[in-house]
């Protein structure tokens, strides 16, 4: 990709991650426009090149309509779905097949799946074509099949694992359409944050990372992919993730 990125779009952006992203991009490069879509905003300095478009919900008509407002002014170089759920109210991380519901498996997958692969539908075709330019969504280690170990978290994994087909099968078309794309999922690790806080206690310390080291091994690997990453799930220590 173009060394310096003039433009950046971040989806789900006022989560913990996604704002430590967003902050080390304008550390980075300032001079990068930012399209930041997210409940809210978290910014309140209207001097920085970042704008915000509110999406209350990331149904496809709000996804599309919010695309459809960008594609006029200009291309993306790299386009960053920071979109998840893990847990909320009446929903947890299953610790047997027992535990197993409709709505957690309907709802993780709506979140993890369904979403990312909406706004890859809508911004795939905005990546820019001149260069190369990334498309990426946060997944999980725990959606490697060969890699499960432990069990449990059936929804969690089974709506990360879906995502990485999704991912691999978007970056074969993007080969014919667009060469020059890199699709891939990102495992950022344990990133200190809401959704991992009630998990930590199983953590060693030294393998949570605070969200302005985590924004800055993603930007160290976002920058170093090759069209032969396109495909793959990556890690924050750039190591393949298997399937």
């Given at each position: 990709?173009?060394?310096?990125?003039?433009?950046?779009?971040?989806?789900?952006?006022?989560?913990?991650?996604?704002?430590?992203?967003?902050?080390?991009?304008?550390?980075?490069?300032?001079?990068?426009?930012?399209?930041?879509f997210s409940r809210k905003s978290f910014y309140s300095n209207a001097y920085t090149p970042v704008t915000h478009h509110h999406l209350d919900n990331y149904d496809e008509a709000n996804i599309k309509q919010a695309c459809a407002n960008i594609k006029?002014?200009?291309?993306?170089?790299?386009?960053?779905?920071?979109?998840?759920?893990?847990?909320?109210?009446?929903?947890?991380?299953?610790?047997?097949?027992n535990d197993i519901t409709h709505d957690a498996l309907l709802k993780l997958y709506e979140v993890n799946t369904i979403v990312p692969a909406l706004i890859a539908k809508h911004t795939l075709p905005l990546l820019n074509q001149s260069h190369q330019s990334i498309f990426v969504a946060l997944s999980a280690r725990v959606g490697s099949?060969?890699?499960?170990?432990?069990?449990?978290?059936?929804?969690?994994?089974?709506?990360?694992?879906?995502?990485?087909?999704l991912i691999k099968t978007m970056a074969l078309e993007a080969k014919r359409r667009h060469p020059q794309a890199i699709i891939c999922g990102y495992h950022p690790g344990t990133v200190d944050s809401p959704l991992s806080r009630p998990?930590?206690?199983?953590?060693?310390?030294?393998?949570?990372?605070?969200?302005?080291?985590?924004?800055?091994?993603?930007?160290?690997?976002?920058?170093?992919?090759?069209?032969?990453?396109?495909?793959?799930?990556?890690?924050?220590?750039?190591?393949?993730?298997?399937?």
């Open positions: 990709m173009a060394k310096t990125p003039k433009s950046i779009a971040i989806f789900g952006g006022s989560g913990t991650f996604a704002q430590a992203v967003s902050k080390r991009y304008l550390d980075v490069f300032p001079g990068a426009t930012q399209d930041v006029p002014q200009r291309c993306f170089d790299i386009v960053l779905v920071a979109t998840g759920l893990l847990h909320e109210s009446g929903i947890q991380p299953e610790k047997s097949y099949i060969s890699d499960n170990r432990l069990g449990g978290w059936y929804a969690y994994r089974s709506s990360k694992a879906a995502l990485n087909m998990f930590q206690r199983r953590i060693a310390q030294q393998q949570i990372f605070s969200p302005e080291y985590a924004a800055m091994r993603f930007l160290e690997v976002v920058h170093t992919l090759k069209e032969s990453d396109s495909g793959k799930c990556l890690a924050w220590d750039r190591k393949e993730i298997a399937p």
